[in-house]
């Protein structure tokens, strides 16, 4: 299936001002090779169809036109495109703007609560519309009450709902209300900073842009729109599971920059079905040059199918596309793995091709890159790239042994995955990217990591593209991203990785090992300490160092493992057995693999099986078991044909 899709306006269009004329583009939609329509249904702070929402709040139940009278031009569209098996995704296109000039028009008239307010604590104004303020918790709920009134209202005739780059977006000038300030002064204790100048990007930046404070007062305010839309989504799907949630931002990081518009995390976080990236460049070497970037830099494999960029068709009056560039858009996305595009607007398909007036673009479309069917449009073969099944179904996980201890009031509903307590502090996972939150339910983390693993020792490991470092209970990064491996803290040093060599660190981050007091060793491999001692690998084999990296135990070993009741396994050829702290076997070597003596035994498998021995090497719970796991509190967890379950110790 190929996404094929065009936006509807109000802006130089009459499409929606006649039935007869939704009917014509409809027609001249499906002819074309098109297979979904985003016709606009909020824009000026009125919706385009008989909204209740409105009428009880505002006391507008649809846009104030002679055209519009007594019609419900979305009902219209929807009937109209079901005749041509076209999909319909509704597009409200102001999203958070109150409206174009009018002092914010009804909505600000009545509610200015609701205004964003720039740093001269004024209605703020950017290019002529005035803006919500969209990090306030009431407008969300507006906004949100208009997605859910068009979802219930429409029902099975519309496929999606669409917010583009007015929603989940707030000029960067915005945010100086005084609920915005305290809510930001609670968490970092001093005031947000003044907004640099803005300007257009062939002008040399205002050095504000790189003030820390203002990269902080940046990624909070876009924080909390990411976190809005994390709790929209799922509301949304909660209504209609099937429905696609698809969103038209800006061009990340410009968007983000200026607009808060963190696509990127929203993609990472799993929180949209479909994402078309505003490409709206004129030139084709630009267009191809920004789709290589948004490809290799915003979207993994397993995120790619959700790519479907917009491409900007023309501007009434100053632009059309080229025919031939057209062409070559189509087929570019095509070569670079893209299965669509969404076009801006429909009234450039209309266009004459300046060197044969008897052809639109529409006809060259149809006659080319779109001639043949490009499929029904699926809204479940699209979510099966998705995190809605999970959601849904409430794919929660919560160590059951620790809930009577944790805060009932944890919105865990908000998580796809939470891992055990350690240390008070949990692992949470959204999509793709991995966080922390506290016994409350509080975040102490971006949720912004590949891995995130326990906490030990008051650190944790977390990783963004491979590179490792670690985080405080406060979620402050104590290292840089920079290890290309590493282990958890334990007794005071954590093992890390640095091109092909290992060492230890302090939890301050600074080297303990290698160190002055020795130098000369370059460790193949590391394992954590346990018992003051820690397995190495130098020339390929193991031995044991002290915290002062000296060589304790000679390097011997196959492989090591690490100390606990003052037996470690280790490996000779292919078997292995136990030693003491000063390298004697305890146990010698004779079992296809073990693990670790806890409550006084420990797993070993012989002969393909899993039983358990004693401190002597004895078996005392017989090799009956597919896998085995060291003993806790007198249990252990054991698999026999693919079944686990627990036993007692004897």
Same mark, same amino acid.
């Given at each position: ?7 509807i306006?109000t802006?130089?269009s009459?499409?929606l001002? #006649?039935?007869?004329?939704i009917?014509e583009a409809?027609?001249l939609?499906a002819?074309?090779?098109?297979n979904v329509v985003f016709?606009?249904?909020w824009?000026n702070g009125?919706?385009n169809?008989?909204?209740?929402v ?8 649809i =846009?104030?036109?002679k055209?519009? =009278?007594?019609?419900?031009p979305l009902?219209?569209v929807i009937e ?7 999909a319909v ?6 999203g958070f ?9 009804k909505?600000?008239?009545k509610?200015?609560?609701w205004a964003a ?8 104004v950017i ?7 969209s990090?306030?918790?009431e407008v969300?709920?507006f ?6 009134e068009?979802i219930?209202?429409?029902g ?17 000038e915005g945010?100086?209300?005084d =609920?915005?300030?305290?809510r930001y002064q609670d968490?970092?204790? #001093?005031?947000p900073?003044?907004p640099p #100048?803005?300007r257009s990007?062939?002008?040399p930046?205002?050095?504000?842009w790189?003030?820390p404070?203002w990269?902080?007062w940046?990624r909070?305010?876009a924080?909390i729109?990411?976190?809005f839309l ?9 209504v ?6 698809s ?6 990081p410009?968007g983000?920059?200026n607009y808060?518009?963190d ?7 799993g929180?949209v ?7 709206y460049?004129e030139?084709?070497?630009?267009? +191809?040059?920004?789709?290589?970037r948004?490809?290799?830099t915003q ?5 790619s199918?959700?790519?479907?960029p917009g ?10 596309i080229?025919?031939?560039d057209l062409?070559?858009v189509?087929k ?7 299965q669509?595009?969404a ?5 450039g398909l209309r266009?004459k091709?300046p060197n044969?007036?008897n ?14 069917y490009?499929g029904k449009?699926?809204p479940?073969?699209?979510?099966k790239n998705?995190?809605t ?11 059951i042994s620790?809930t009577? #201890?944790?805060?009932p009031?944890?919105?865990l509903?908000?998580?796809d995955?939470?891992e055990?307590f ?8 959204i999509g793709?990217k ?7 339910g509080k ?5 912004e990591?590949d891995?995130?693993a326990p906490f030990t ?6 990783n963004?593209?491979n +590179?490792?470092?670690?985080?405080d ?6 290292t840089?991203?920079?290890?290309d491996d590493a282990?958890?803290f334990?007794?005071g040093?954590?093992?890390v ?23 000369t060793?370059i460790?193949?491999d ?10 190495i690998?130098?020339s390929?084999k193991?031995?044991?160092?002290d +915290?002062?990296g ?5 390097f ?6 690490k100390?606990a009741q003052g037996f470690?396994?280790?490996?000779v ?13 305890l146990?010698k070597?004779?079992f296809?693999?073990v693990?670790i ?11 393909g099986?899993w039983?358990?021995?004693n401190l ?5 719970i017989?090799?009956?078991f597919?896998?085995?796991k ?11 044909a693919g079944k686990?379950?627990y036993?007692r110790?004897?």
């Open positions: 299936m190929e996404i094929r899709g065009v936006w306006t802006t130089n009459t499409v001002n #006649e039935r007869k004329n009917a409809m027609k939609l002819k074309t090779g098109f016709p606009v249904v824009n009125t919706t169809y008989p909204s209740q409105m009428k009880e709040k505002f006391g507008i139940e =846009k104030d036109l055209e519009f =009278k007594d019609r419900d009902r219209e109209e495109a079901k005749k041509v098996d076209i995704i509704p597009w409200l296109e102001y703007k109150s409206s174009y000039g009018q002092k914010g028009g909505i600000l008239e509610k200015p609560e307010l720039g740093f001269d604590r004024q209605f703020l290019n002529g519309f005035y803006w919500l303020n990090l306030d918790s969300q709920d906004l949100l009450s208009l997605f859910l068009i219930n209202k429409y099975d005739g519309i496929v999606g709902i669409q917010g583009d780059d007015n929603f989940l977006a707030l000029p960067m945010g100086y209300d =609920k915005t300030i305290k968490v970092f204790n #001093e005031l900073p003044k #100048e803005r990007p062939q002008e930046r205002d050095p504000q790189q003030n404070q990269k902080q940046v909070w305010r924080d729109l990411s976190h994390n709790s929209f989504y799922r509301k949304i799907i909660k209609n599971p099937e429905l696609i949630i969103l038209s931002p800006s061009i990340y410009w983000y920059e808060l518009q696509s990127q995390t929203w993609v990472d976080l929180l079905d479909l994402i078309h990236p505003q490409v460049r030139k084709i070497e630009d267009y +191809k040059n920004e789709i290589n948004i490809k290799t979207f993994n494999q397993q995120q199918s959700q790519l479907i491409v900007l068709l023309n501007k009434k009056g100053t632009y059309l080229k025919p031939q062409i070559e189509v570019y996305n095509r070569d670079a793995g893209i669509g595009e076009l801006f607007f429909y009234e266009e091709d044969n007036n052809i639109t673009l529409a006809d060259i479309l149809q006659s080319s890159v779109y001639s043949e490009p449009f699926d479940k073969e699209i979510k998705t995190f099944q999970r959601r849904i179904n409430n794919y929660t996980y919560l160590n620790q009577q #201890e944790t805060n009031q944890i919105p509903h908000l998580f995955w939470i055990p350690s240390e008070d502090i949990a692992a949470v996972k793709y991995w966080g922390y939150i506290d016994k409350t975040l102490i983390s971006r949720v990591y891995s995130a020792e008051g650190l944790a490991i977390v963004i593209n +590179k490792y470092g670690y985080i209970k406060t979620g402050k990064r104590i840089d991203l920079k290890f282990l958890s334990s007794q040093m954590a093992a990785k640095t091109g092909n060599q290992w060492g230890y660190i302090e939890p301050t981050g600074k080297f303990i090992i290698p160190s002055i007091i020795s130098p060793f460790f193949d590391a394992k954590s300490f346990s018992e003051e001692l820690a397995a690998k130098i390929n193991w031995g044991y160092i +915290k002062l000296q060589a304790i135990i000679p011997q070993f196959d492989d090591a493992g100390f470690a396994s280790v490996k050829a292919n078997q292995w057995g136990y030693i003491d702290k000063y390298g004697n076997f146990i070597p004779q296809e693999e693990d003596f806890a409550e006084e035994l420990a797993p070993a498998k012989i002969t099986k039983g358990y021995i002597f090497g004895e078996f005392i017989p090799p009956n597919d896998f085995a060291p003993f806790s509190e007198g249990l252990a967890l054991v698999n026999v686990w379950g036993i110790k004897p």
